[in-house]
């Protein structure tokens, strides 16, 4: 079970945290990700860490803003969100086991979180 929270309403240029606990099982050895829906648009890759999390990948619309980590002590993934955009407005689930690498497609997810909604005011 992967409990994400963190979401919430914040103007643009602010920042937010988001964190995902995983529980009933040890995730150390996958791969684990954010990815986000909007409305009414598919749900794409946000960021990935490796197992160790000493590698990371980005999407291109938030690669220098958003920085993702994770503690394998704690089984949990962060995404720490900075110079928010109107256009980051969506709904962030947390992600494991799935192909660590560029572009992961949202398909090849063996597990979501619920979901955390993050709005972006201009």
């Known amino acids: 079970q992967l409990q994400a929270s963190g979401g919430g309403l914040v103007q643009a240029g602010g920042s937010l945290r988001l964190s995902c606990a995983a529980s009933?099982?040890?995730?150390?050895?996958?791969?684990m990700g954010w990815f986000r829906q909007a409305p009414g648009k598919e749900r794409i890759f946000v960021a990935a860490?490796?197992?160790?999390?000493?590698?990371?990948y980005y999407a291109d619309s938030v690669k220098g803003r958003f920085t993702i980590s994770r503690d394998n002590a704690k089984n949990t993934v962060y995404l720490q969100m900075n110079s928010l955009k109107p256009e980051d407005t969506a709904v962030y689930y947390c992600?494991?086991?799935?192909?660590?690498?560029?572009?992961?497609?949202?398909?090849?997810?063996?597990?979501w979180g619920q979901g955390t909604l993050v709005t972006v005011s201009s």
């Open positions: 860490v490796n197992w160790n999390g000493g590698r990371t």
């Open positions: 009933g099982r040890i995730f150390s050895w996958w791969a």
């Open positions: 992600a494991v086991d799935f192909p660590f690498g560029p572009e992961p497609l949202a398909t090849t997810v063996k597990s």
